[in-house]
């Protein structure tokens, strides 16, 4: 079973930083989750919320900044908002990258930005998963690069989705772990998609997730498993 560390390290380091990928880095993760949205100057930002509100001390619409103008702005712990770059730069094909797209229209944007670092650096197609609730942007994705790995995101079961990853061929669903029902991963599993289950915080339930041939969990707290 694959550990994802949850935006980052986000129960040990503020999320979506690179402060916290780097805590995540070493606890020996199999992979790093991460938020992106689109500022103003169309620069991919790892933030999860569509506003700086709740993690900086800045206030309105992520979308109505520049990059540099979101730069001033600090989580808690002093740290700054990363681009996109800056995270895949610091990870550094060490492990795999499960990036989810949060704000509208990023699919293009990122897989521009994904292909132009597998031309160029150790990065490669089987490091990317790409996901996100909003499945629109995933068929944009498989429709203008099928050789991504595409993961449906869901708040309710496994069950829910099985038709959105038939018509995407995905790669694989991530249910919360409050829906799951084993004969559901199982049917799943026979399907052929892999299980990455979020976000799972409590170690009887990273048992649990072992015990079911759960493909990965991502967790605020890599340090657990």
């Not at 040990?12 to 993760?29: D, G, I, K, P």
């Not at 990059?67 to 712990?77: V, Y």
């Amino acid at each position: 079973m694959e550990t994802f560390g949850h935006r980052g390290a986000a129960g040990l380091v503020a999320e979506n930083t690179v402060e916290s990928v780097e805590e995540a880095l070493r606890h020996h993760v199999d992979g790093i989750e991460i938020d992106v949205h689109l500022c103003k100057t169309g620069d991919l930002v790892a933030i999860h919320d569509d506003t700086l509100d709740r993690t900086t001390n800045g206030k309105g619409n992520v979308s109505d900044y520049t990059l540099h103008e979101l730069r001033q702005f600090k989580t808690q712990e002093g740290y700054v908002i990363p681009n996109l770059k800056e995270i895949l730069n610091v990870i550094n094909a060490q492990c795999k990258l499960n990036i989810e797209l949060k704000g509208k229209n990023t699919a293009m944007p990122t897989i521009r930005l994904l292909n132009e670092y597998i031309k160029n650096t150790d990065w490669d197609y089987e490091h990317f998963i790409i996901s996100s609730f909003d499945h629109s942007q995933l068929f944009q994705i498989k429709e203008a690069n099928s050789r991504f790995k595409l993961g449906v995101l869901t708040e309710e079961n496994v069950k829910s989705v099985l038709p959105i990853a038939h018509r995407l061929k995905a790669y694989s669903i991530h249910p919360p772990v409050s829906s799951l029902v084993r004969d559901e991963v199982e049917r799943a599993k026979k399907l052929g998609y892999r299980i990455y289950v979020w976000t799972v915080n409590d170690k009887f339930i990273i048992d649990q997730s072992k015990s079911w041939n759960i493909d990965g969990i991502i967790t605020d707290f890599p340090n657990f498993v």
